[in-house]
């Protein structure tokens, strides 16, 4: 089975600053999509960025990216020039490619901005 | 629609009663998402179905837990004789058919109180 772990149940930083959430998963197949979801307030998970395992490019979108490390089974998240808007949950989810498409989570990090 | 559409978007319930949320995915999109999130935690999967292929529920944790898609399109996750241990968001996600995968879109959850 997948899992999935988040290290850091909550974080704070201020505004402008960067800030690196942390992720490692574990499992025995080596195809497989990486994800990083924002839940705010509103409750909606909101697709952050992906990756697929078998790109070794790390994924960027604006001022997010990644550190995918294979075979640490690592996949960490910076954001860069944090914004207020930034203040959520984020969890990070594991997918395998073949079977049924299940994420599994880890338990998030509560990521806080400070204006 | 243009989302993920749940309803209600908070239900009290007594003890002992049975519930039924719905779920209404994106249109075209024909595998359907029911997962759970407790106070404070990841999200845990209950059940997925895929256009007409039986539905996975190995998630679905024990026989109180239901679900239906009508017409593969609404679903309805439905809880009987509530337990104060069901309260949580129950959150329904939607995506285009698996084997491609472009992630999947959420609703805003349902927040389910058991009293």
């Known amino acids: 089975a997948q899992t999935v772990t988040q290290s850091q149940p909550e974080m704070s930083v201020q505004e402008a600053e960067t800030v690196t959430l942390s992720c490692t998963y574990d499992t025995s197949e080596s195809n497989y999509y990486l994800f990083w979801y924002k839940q705010p307030p509103s409750r909606q998970m909101i697709l952050v960025i992906r990756?697929?395992?078998?790109?070794?490019q790390n994924a960027t979108e604006n001022r997010f990216s990644v550190n995918f490390q294979k075979a640490a089974k690592s996949f960490s998240l910076k954001i860069s020039d944090s914004q207020l808007g930034d203040t959520a949950m984020y969890f990070c989810?594991?997918?395998?490619?073949?079977?049924?498409?299940?994420?599994?989570f880890g338990q998030g990090t509560r990521l806080t901005i400070n204006p | 629609g243009a989302g993920v559409s749940q309803s209600p978007s908070n239900k009290v319930t007594e003890k002992g009663k049975d519930v039924e949320l719905r779920c209404d995915p994106i249109s075209g999109h024909t595998a359907l998402y029911w997962y759970r999130q407790s106070l404070g935690q990841g999200l845990e999967f209950l059940i997925y179905?895929?256009?007409?292929?039986?539905?996975?529920k190995s998630g679905l944790p024990s026989d109180r837990f239901s679900a239906e898609r009508t017409g593969g399109s609404v679903s309805t996750l439905t809880i009987q004789r509530t337990q104060q241990e069901d309260s949580a968001v129950y959150l329904c996600?939607?995506?285009?058919?698996?084997?491609?995968?472009?992630?999947?879109?959420f609703g805003s959850g349902t927040r389910l109180t058991v009293v």
């Open positions: 989810a594991f997918m395998l490619t073949e079977g049924a498409q299940k994420l599994v």
């Open positions: 996600a939607s995506s285009l058919a698996s084997g491609q995968f472009y992630g999947y879109t």
């Open positions: 990756q697929e395992a078998y790109k070794q």
């Open positions: 179905f895929q256009g007409n292929s039986a539905p996975d």
